[in-house]
DNA sequence: GCCAACGTTGGC
DNA sequence: GCCAACGTTGGC
């Protein structure tokens, strides 16, 4: 099994947000980067675990982990001219390159762990989401990494 | 195919 | 709100 960590901005989508949604699942819409798709295509697979971290905020935190129920299949969004995700140059082509997965929450996390609280962890130094400048909101995590992750959240099953 | 200019992300 | 770092675009 593989482990990730998927951003998000909670003004837009928060893991309460996710936790709400019917069955607590939701497609993970909106991803316009191709190496992102390309790991939601090609990599992520059912059963994988996400932890769901909170960017562009306060705090910065990962909420919780979520679980891939779904794998890679188109995002409609970006066809669609009413949603938020419409992409105008894939619609005028009449081909949709964009893909996603539908996650559904697990567990929350007591203690959000805090973008400080992981730089403090000797063990997650060299987690992609920590580099300055990392923008891929797709992330693959090691096995090792999430562990030390989940013992510093102390989760509860939602 | 290079690379400068641009728009966006996202921490600070 | 600022701006560094990044991915993408488009002129050549």
Known sequence: MNHWLMKTEPSVFSFEDLVKAPKSTTPWEGVRNYQA????RDSIKMGDLVLIYHSNAEPMAVMGVAEVVKEGHPDKSAMDPKSQYFDNDAAKKGTNPWVLVGVK??????VAVTRDALKKEKG????MVLKKGARLSVQPVTCEEFQIILRLGKPEPI
């Open 37 to 40: 798709r390309n790991l939601m």
């Open 105 to 110: 929450a697990k567990s929350r996390f007591t």
């Open 124 to 127: 997650l130094a060299s987690m």
